[in-house]
């Protein structure tokens, strides 16, 4: 049994060993061991929006049980303390793991370069538990300062100091001033009292960026309300004080609150194997081409512990999510390469970088995109945009849709405050209650018009020749001013059209005789063909009158291939299509799978419109299929009880588990 062992559950390891499991997936003779202190994967880049308290803590938490599900991946909870190179052995502190090939993908923690008190004092952001942890204190500060009397003392609660003013500070800074004005309305503090700070030695924020873009990161804080101080050492930190070094003065400053973003050093496992490996500053472990660890031909690194110069440049890879990403596929072949019994060349790693993104609060970004040779800079909306489909697409990765849909939700659906950069115009929520008559009356007009069908003999006698040729004569005469066709189309067109949406029959028959008004007659390049037409001249027409109809030749041919190529054919789909929209209303009536019924009107009213075309006065059966599309039937329905039941079966079965078709 050939024994891999990956070491860290972050964004390198969770990707190397996913990406392992793929090309494992049929060899029962190599295990694939993933170790982590905890049991679910954290997206260390959105800590900042749950320590703010934008979005819920779940979002940023992603449980390795369903990662991995129906993978080839054990997931050992366990925290590795050492590791003996020369006996392939990762020592944790429950037992030990031996190992053919290992890949070193601890990730990092913060490091405080010696600051006096930092340790003890400051708040951490990089991890899970660092987020709630902040986010708990800082409504806290909020809740003491409402109650204190004392005015000097109800400042200092409400002071805030970020250190460092890289990625992860300005973020911090940006969410927290935007959280400020809510926690202030919340427990009626004035926002004059609230001070946030953003300290660093660095002559400008995220100084990776071009000087231009740092400039309006800065300047964005700025008119957040944030105080910018650049050019400032931190000299101390107390339990109620920091003390910054300004020129060659050293001031010391009341604080409530102290957040350390200064900067990262490698894990301690990842440290200690620094003192046995070649490495470099901070304990990041040098890789040969190939990812692999100096001298040894059976570990390999990735992520935030990797320090590797790329050929031709000149710097390190940097330690952001799109190295990791990267080295886990080329250390994840790798692996498989030095493992096969084939001679298997090893794959160079040959990173290629596309940019960085920054947020200040969730309405406003930078971003420095593109490729390697040819970088353009962007700002709010357009920058927003990127980091969120960038986002999806790392999702798509790790968790696939399940995840997709969490993030949407969290980002977009429920967001409060307007904590978007698309506002708050998709996070408000209405009652479902109030969907209830609409999807009952909804549901009522489908069991109707099957009932109607079946009155006039759908079940019996082939009638879809007239159907569609009859709607089709009526919009020629009107698009195509034949007055001849017209009497003759009146007959069936009005039944077409009544059939599609019933209460246009009335209308129908008395403007079929007039050519009527094309209002629009748009050919897309031959694909299909869109008509808006009014049955009435415009200065009477009413909007019952007007009618629209899509002109697809492919499903034009296909209907007259097979749906009208017999009568018994006809009988039988008249009969499915009657089925359907009896079945579909009493669905809605009951609110049972109301997403599917909902859905399957959609396609019927598409199939409508398609063929016949429908009328204005009924296209509101359109926009009702659509808004009780989600959760239509979760009040006074009956998928109040069986969604639950079902969603319980479906996430048991293998495959749904294995690729993510469901959602939490």
Not at 398 to 404: F, M, P, Q
Not at 410 to 423: A, D, K, V, Y
Not at 526 to 551: C, M, P, R, T
Not at 596 to 610: T, W
Request: neutral net charge; hydrophobic residues 45%; aromatic residues 12%.
């Amino acid at each position: 049994m050939k024994k891999i062992v990956i070491i860290g559950a972050g964004y390198g390891g969770v990707l190397t060993a996913k990406k392992l499991a793929k090309l494992y997936k049929k060899d029962d003779d190599t295990e694939i061991r993933i170790i982590d202190k905890n049991p679910y994967h954290t997206m260390l880049t959105e800590l900042h929006e749950v320590a703010a308290g934008r979005v819920e803590e779940d979002s940023i938490r992603i449980s390795l049980d369903k990662v991995f599900a129906g993978r080839k991946v054990k997931v050992t909870l366990d925290t590795a303390k050492e590791i003996d190179f020369d006996k392939k052995t990762v020592i944790c502190e429950n037992r030990s793991y031996d190992y053919d090939r290992l890949v070193i993908a601890s990730g990092s923690k913060p490091t405080y370069f010696g600051v006096k008190g930092a340790a003890e004092n400051a708040f951490g952001l990089w991890s899970y538990e660092d987020a709630i942890r902040l986010k708990e204190h800082i409504d806290r500060r909020f809740r003491q300062a409402a109650g204190e009397r004392n005015l000097s003392e109800k400042k200092r609660l409400l002071t805030f100091y970020v250190v460092g003013a890289g990625f992860t500070g300005v973020e911090m800074a940006g969410e927290l001033a935007e959280y400020v004005p809510i926690l202030c309305q919340k427990y009626e503090i004035e926002p004059d009292l609230v001070h946030v700070h953003d300290v660093d030695q660095l002559p400008r924020t995220v100084n990776i960026l071009p000087e231009k873009i740092s400039d309006k990161v800065r300047r964005r804080l700025e008119k957040m309300n944030v105080t910018v101080e650049l050019g400032v050492g931190v000299m101390e930190v107390g339990p109620d004080y920091i003390d910054l070094k300004c020129g060659e003065n050293t001031e010391r400053r009341r604080a409530g609150t102290v957040i350390w973003t200064a900067g990262i050093e490698s894990a301690d496992i990842a440290g200690k194997a620094a003192k046995v490996l070649k490495s470099k500053g901070r304990g990041r472990l040098e890789a040969d081409p190939y990812l692999r660890a100096d001298g040894r031909e059976d570990v390999f690194i990735v992520g935030d512990n990797l320090f590797y110069i790329a050929d031709g440049e000149e710097k390190p890879v940097p330690q952001m999510v799109e190295n990791c990403e990267q080295s886990a596929k080329t250390a994840a072949k790798n692996v498989a390469a030095s493992l096969s019994d084939e001679q298997t060349e090893l794959s160079v790693y040959e990173p290629s970088f596309h940019g960085v993104m920054v947020c200040v609060g969730g309405r406003y970004g930078v971003a420095r995109v593109g490729t390697p040779k040819h970088m353009i800079s962007l700002a709010s909306f357009l920058a927003m945009f990127v980091k969120h489909f960038i986002n999806i697409i790392y999702f798509i990765q790790v968790l696939g849709w399940n995840k997709i849909f969490s993030y949407v939700k969290h980002e977009f659906f429920t967001i409060r405050h307007h904590r978007s950069f698309l506002g708050g115009h998709f996070s408000n929520v209405t009652p479902s209650f109030l969907l209830v008559p609409l999807r009952v009356f909804l549901g009522m007009a489908w069991v109707f018009e099957g009932i109607m069908k079946i009155v006039e003999g759908w079940l019996a006698e082939p009638k879809l020749v007239a159907f569609f040729g009859g709607a089709s004569a009526w919009y020629d005469s009107i698009l195509n001013g034949v007055s001849g066709g017209a009497a003759d189309a009146q007959t069936a067109a009005t039944g077409a059209a009544a059939d599609a949406v019933s209460s246009a029959t009335g209308a129908a028959a008395e403007t079929a005789v007039s050519a009527g008004t094309a209002l629009i007659n748009w050919d897309f390049f031959g694909w299909f063909q869109l008509y808006f037409v009014s049955g009435a001249d415009l200065h009477s027409a009413e909007i019952s009158d007007y009618a629209v109809k899509l002109n697809i030749p492919l499903m034009n041919d296909m209907l007259d291939r097979f749906v009208l190529s017999s009568d018994s054919m006809q009988v039988f789909m008249q009969s499915a299509i009657v089925i359907a929209e009896i079945l579909i209303g009493l669905a809605l009536i009951g609110g049972l799978l109301t997403f599917l019924s909902a859905g399957a009107s959609l396609i019927l009213q598409f199939m409508f419109v398609a063929t016949t075309g429908l009328y204005m006065g009924t296209v509101w059966m359109v926009f009702a299929a659509i808004a009780v599309l989600i959760g239509g039937g979760h009040t006074f329905g009956l998928d109040y009880y069986v969604m639950p039941w079902l969603k319980k079966k479906w996430k048991r079965v293998k495959f749904v588990r294995k690729w993510y078709w469901y959602n939490d």
